[in-house]
């Protein structure tokens, strides 16, 4: 052993150091793997870099390092199929482009997506407050009817009772559930502006959670009847809201996380910018 490591020019300390590193680092990558494969327990298709920052206090590396590990052992995800949208006729403007969100409450979003579940068709619509990233409130239909799309704002109302809601916009895509008067008059009902996408990547909060709920969580669950299904997607919307890391959130934290730390007084500089070609046009020229 030690002609072997004079050869090499290694001391026997070294060598020893050398081995220890080793050792660390299986148990690294070990105990990175049991991390992981417990947050994938709940969140089957949670990304490798979201994985890190929900456990990242007990992760003994980097995210990077973190990162790696995980796309080699397998944890990647699959990229999820696209889904479209029936217009209406009645169009509104779209009021929050290039607008900058300060608060709760200013902007929802609120969008539908379909599940097959039992044999059949189901849709589940979403309404999520911008800032926050919270999922507000969802509600599961047998129909695409504006009837199931104004009881799922009703929750969302019901969830912010007592909040201030009197500067509040309601940004939907142009979907003919939204544009009917039942829908309408809902909104009216609470003296709050009605805004629309003319383009999908205007609302996209709102679609985003729709196929992070649909693929990441519902696709992994048995939902075989109507029941099941809003047992999941109760379930889903809870985790999401309780566990999940947002990128688009401050230290990436969850957003029941983020509400409680900004109620607390925390992260006051935080704000969301919508985009819009004129800003970033605007941009462009001063750069």
Known sequence: MKTMLDWQQISRQGAHQGIARLDQKKRDLLKTVELASEVREGHRQM???????????????????????LLTCGFRVKAS?????????DICSNLIEGMAITG???????????VWSGGRWYYVSFVVDVYTRQILASH???????????????????SQ???????????????????????K????????????AHYAWQNAYCERVNRTIKYNYLAHYTTDSYRSLCR??????????????HRGLPSRLSPDQFVKEHNQGGHPDYRVNIWSPLTATNRLHVN
């Open 232 to 245: 999941g997607v109760a379930k889903a919307v809870r985790l999401y809201n309780r566990s999940k890391p």
């Open 140 to 158: 599961c239909s047998r129909d695409l009817s504006a009837a199931s799309q104004v009881r799922c704002l009703a929750k969302a109302f019901a």
């Open 161 to 183: 009772k007592g909040e201030d809601t009197s500067q509040l916009i309601v940004h939907t895509d142009r979907g003919v559930q939204y544009t009917s008067s039942e829908f």
């Open 185 to 196: 008059t809902y909104l009216d009902r609470w003296k709050v502006r009605h805004s629309m």
């Open 47 to 69: 990304g490798c870099r979201d994985i890190y920052y929900a456990v990242r206090e007990q992760m003994p590396r980097g995210r990077d390092w973190t990162e790696q590990v």
């Open 81 to 89: 199929p696209r889904s479209f949208t029936v217009a209406g006729k």
């Open 104 to 114: 709760p409450n200013q902007v929802w979003q609120t969008d539908i997506t379909f």
